[in-house]
């Protein structure tokens, strides 16, 4: 089984009611329905109390399309970080409701809220935190492994092909150059088809040659694979490469546009 090989073979995808159903191969979520990969009502995070508390988050609703490239911006102390966290599972909320590939994560004891995330949900750091002792191959399967889930050689030879890290596959991140290290950490993320990837400020390090490639390689994932991603930055320009920009105020949805592509 192979994941949608063009931009276009993706688009009549998305359209498909029966995407995610695991029969067709396909791998942008799964539920097997057209809902949103998270659906997100109400969220409110406070930090601190009394006269120091912050709302991170003041009342916040957000769906987040299936096999859709999303960014997240707004000024420092906007609340993206937490958004991110939330959707993620990461961090509790003070009320509200979020939805990740069907299940309500708020309702969820910690045992399955850790299994949904190891699962469904896949991270790139802006440090990017490969192993420096595993090779890049181990480095992409870490998670399938922690999960004692099997390897889907198919899967692991398509991405790590449509990622140029075929011939690297042996190295250790000190030999890689720093796009592959970042790209090994995409991969990583990808490896297991979940149903979001969340990127935190991902070339919030980067000079700008690898800052463009990161965002290639992301929405690559996109086009090719369907995968939904959702990216925290600071930078206009790097928002402009998702389908869609939420702009954060205080706590707030202030915009929310459609980029076209
Ligand atoms: N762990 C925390 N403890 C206290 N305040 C926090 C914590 N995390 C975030 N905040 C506060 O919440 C607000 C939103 O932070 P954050 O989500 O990190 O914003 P952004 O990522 O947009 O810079 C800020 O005022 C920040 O200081
Ligand atoms: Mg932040």
Do not use: C
């Not at 998305?14 to 995407?19: E, G, K, N, V």
């Not at 609340?79 to 708020?106: F, Q």
Request: proline share 4%.
């Amino acid at each position: 089984m192979t994941a949608p090989a063009s931009a276009a073979a993706h688009d009549s995808l998305a359209h498909d009611p029966s995407i995610g159903d695991p029969s067709t191969g396909d791998r942008s979520g799964g539920g097997g329905h057209a809902e949103p990969a998270i659906s997100a009502r109400g969220l409110v995070r406070t930090y601190g109390t009394g006269e120091s508390a912050v709302r991170a988050l003041d009342g916040v609703d957000v769906d987040i399309a299936r096999g859709a490239f999303t960014a997240i911006m707004g000024p420092s102390g906007s609340g993206k970080s937490t958004l991110l966290h939330v959707l993620a599972g990461l961090d509790a909320l003070d009320r509200g409701s979020i939805r990740i590939d069907g299940t309500e994560i708020t309702r969820l004891r910690d045992d399955a809220l850790t299994a949904l995330r190891r699962d469904r949900i896949g991270f790139v750091f802006q440090s990017f935190n490969l192993l420096p002792m595993l090779t890049a191959e181990q480095n992409i399967l870490l998670p399938l492994d922690l999960a004692g889930r099997r390897v889907d050689r198919t899967w692991f030879d398509t991405v790590t092909g449509a990622f140029g890290l075929t011939d690297r596959l042996g190295h250790l991140p000190s030999e890689l150059s720093g796009g592959q290290v970042q790209r090994v950490a995409i991969a990583r993320a990808l490896i297991t088809s979940p149903a979001v990837v969340f990127a935190d400020e991902p070339t919030g390090n980067l000079d700008s040659a690898t800052t463009a490639e990161v965002l290639d390689f992301l929405r690559l994932s996109v086009d090719e694979f369907g995968q939904t991603v959702v990216m925290v930055t600071h930078e206009r320009d790097a928002a402009e490469t998702a389908d869609r920009i939420i702009t954060l105020a205080d706590g707030r949805i202030a915009t929310d546009e459609e980029i076209a592509r």
